[in-house]
């Protein structure tokens, strides 16, 4: 499982100016099963999204079709991680 934390490099106009596009391209990757949650930081310097992949080469290659990525906006830090604990409803994300 992998954290990705965006950092916007842009003014947040050109980042306004292509958000419509980078939701269409989260919404996809919720479609296709890759991630499981996103959203804007706060103060909204960037965003957050928490991925169920389990190889860094296909998370690296899922960002590479990010919008912002293309555009050059963001800068993505990208943290892997392995679930031992989760909270009552979340037993999915555990390590199997």
Request: proline share 4%.
């Amino acid at each position: 499982m992998f954290i990705v934390s965006l950092t916007y490099k842009r003014p947040l106009e050109e980042v306004d100016s292509r958000l419509d596009a980078h939701v269409a391209y989260l919404k996809q990757e919720y479609a296709n099963g890759n991630f499981i949650a996103s959203g804007r930081k706060v103060p909204r310097t960037g965003g957050v999204i928490l991925c169920n992949v389990k190889a860094r080469d296909k998370m690296e290659a899922i960002l590479a079709k990010d919008p912002f990525h293309i555009a050059g906006i963001a800068d993505y830090d990208i943290l892997e991680f392995i679930p031992s604990m989760v909270a009552d409803g979340f037993e999915k994300l555990k390590e199997q």
